[in-house]
């Protein structure tokens, strides 16, 4: 099998986004990622896991290319002390660790510094999907299968029958392929539709080669690891710890909060007046996207905010039929985005991979997501899931007052 990543830059925006605040104050934090497929009836292969293995190898003999730092350069919130620490980073095939107990035959972690271990998570995944479809299926059967239902798509967009505003591709992490990524950002990039535009990929490679914006800014890691790395910091407070050296990285660039993290409800406690007004819009990853919506817009409403100034970023699960709905919902109450993945990406006639690489722990101890809707989380510890509920319960119960407006 060909080399599947082939550039360092493929991988999604926001682990640079992540990587520079990380690099400039945690850059001592180590992390534990670890692998799950929730497919209950796949089985990876010992010939599978041979050559995800080789093609993990491949990706860490990459380096930067100055062509490729120079892209990164233009991008206005990238500073020149990161690209310094860029060009001289290479990825550690010896913080991998291989083994085959779990249900579906693979496990993988990655153990190191922060800096090193979050930017093997897109990659690995990448690489896991490639060679599992390439090697379980007919694939040339598949890319055909690929390509129809993306020109079927396309049709759909350009006769107005789908209309979603403004949307961009998050495929890159389950995709089918590095050729079917590309077939569907070279294709959406290409043409104008009503009512839709697309504006970018999360693909920063694809972004490079199509002249096109890469988009990203933060993920459940950033929460979870500046929240709960520090052992001192009571965790229910996850959201404000993040948010606070978010804003001292970036001021009023690159600002898109994730929301649900240790849940929404709890994130509107710390996403008050100064950081509703200081980040350009939040992003939904969990939970019925309606109601949240419609949360976050009384939200702003309380604080005086305009909605309609700030963007509120679907990247749930989504195809042109749910973005379509929820577009027409909220169409001139607030600005509307989609980051859409698999559907773009990985649209197929068999099913796709539900496979995620997760932080576990940070600094020695356990960290945990805990979204809108079960089932999203990865904790290896009970205890400290049971332990991180009862923190954001009970603040959430007797936490009062507007003492944290601002």
Request: hydrophobic share 35%; glycine share 6%.
């Amino acid at each position: 099998m060909e080399r599947i990543i082939t550039s360092l830059l493929e991988t999604d925006a926001y682990k640079f986004s992540m990587g520079q605040a990380i690099y400039h104050q945690f850059s001592d934090y180590k992390t534990t990622w670890s692998f799950k497929c929730r497919n209950t009836d796949t089985v990876f292969t010992a010939e599978m896991i041979d050559e995800i293995k080789r093609q993990i190898k491949l990706y860490c003999d990459l380096r930067f290319t100055e062509e490729e730092l120079e892209y990164l350069n233009k991008i206005k919130w990238i500073k020149g002390s990161y690209l310094d620490f860029l060009r001289l980073w290479k990825p550690r095939y010896e913080d991998f660790i291989f083994g085959t107990d779990a249900p579906c035959g693979l496990t993988i972690e990655t153990k190191g510094t922060w800096l090193n271990t979050s930017l093997y998570e897109i990659p690995t995944l990448a690489i896991v999907n490639e060679v599992y479809f390439r090697m379980a299926y007919n694939y040339g059967e598949l890319i055909e299968s690929f390509k129809e239902k993306l020109n079927e798509k396309i049709q759909k967009l350009e006769s107005g029958e789908f209309t979603i505003g403004a949307f961009s591709e998050f495929g890159l992490r389950r995709r089918l392929s590095g050729e079917a990524q590309e077939l569907a950002v070279k294709a959406l990039s290409s043409k104008k539709y009503p009512g839709s535009t697309f504006v970018g990929t999360s693909n920063v490679y694809l972004a490079k080669k199509y002249n096109i914006t890469p988009v990203g800014t933060m993920a459940h890691e950033w929460l979870m690891c500046v929240g709960q790395g520090n052992h001192k910091h009571n965790p229910a407070y996850s959201n404000w710890y993040a948010l606070d050296a978010w804003v001292k990285e970036y001021g009023v660039l690159n600002g898109t909060a994730l929301t649900d993290a240790i849940t929404t409800d709890c994130f509107l406690k710390d996403f008050q007046l100064t950081y509703a007004t200081l980040f350009s819009g939040v992003r939904h990853d969990s939970g019925d996207p309606v109601e949240w919506g419609e949360k976050m817009i009384d939200h702003y409403k309380s604080l005086d905010i305009d909605p309609t100034s700030k963007t509120l970023l679907f990247s749930d699960s989504l195809n042109f039929e749910k973005a379509t709905a929820i577009y027409r919902h909220f169409s001139g109450r607030a600005k509307v985005a989609f980051g859409i993945g698999t559907y773009l990406a990985n649209d197929t006639k068999v099913p796709p991979l539900n496979i995620v690489m997760k932080t576990t722990a940070c600094n020695g101890m356990d960290v945990a997501k805990i979204s809108d809707v079960p089932g999203k989380g990865m904790c290896k510890n009970p205890d400290y899931e049971h332990y991180l509920n009862r923190c954001i319960s009970w603040r959430m119960a007797h936490e009062t007052g507007n003492s944290l407006r601002v």
